[in-house]
């Protein structure tokens, strides 16, 4: 079963379920998915819905970190169960060490050996590690190969 029919399927045990905060939440990601299909003309595969669920959990940090700013708790816990659905469509994250691991192993393949080779170093781990860890630990990961 493909990731976009099981957030099918729990959207419908959702419904049954009367559990309106995840439904909500679920219906958010197919809304956001429709979205990417209708403006690029595309039928989503396994890695375009990861990538989606990981915008949307950035734009949920993010507003956690706003609100809690604020003082607004009632709207960080809201936003925060809402990231825990989320979290559940992600395929198992990679570790610091796995990554440091990947990322040497890509810089060393493409010859890479100072920080202007930054853009072609990203542009392969992009698209080794797309969905399979955080791209802002990634990134660090890399300057730290190419400075080193």
């Not at 559990?19 to 979205?35: F, P, V």
């Not at 989503?44 to 708790?73: C, G, N, P, Y």
């Amino acid at each position: 079963m493909s990731l976009k029919e099981q957030i099918t399927e729990d959207m419908k045990a959702a419904m049954r379920a009367k559990d309106s905060e995840r439904l909500g939440t679920i219906r958010l990601l197919t809304a956001a998915m429709k979205q990417k299909e209708v403006d690029d003309r595309v039928e989503l595969d396994d890695a375009m819905v990861v990538a989606i669920v990981d915008k949307l959990i950035k734009q949920r940090k993010d507003s956690i970190e706003a609100f809690t700013k604020a003082e607004r708790m009632d709207l960080a816990d809201k936003e925060s169960a809402e990231l825990k659905v989320l979290q559940a469509y992600l395929p198992a994250r990679l570790s610091a060490e796995e990554v440091t691991a990947e990322v040497k192993a890509i810089v060393a393949g493409l010859g890479a050996t100072g920080p202007g080779d930054m853009g072609k170093v990203m542009g392969a781990v992009k698209a080794r590690l797309a969905g399979k860890a955080d791209m802002g630990m990634v990134s660090a990961a890399v300057k730290a190969a190419l400075a080193g």
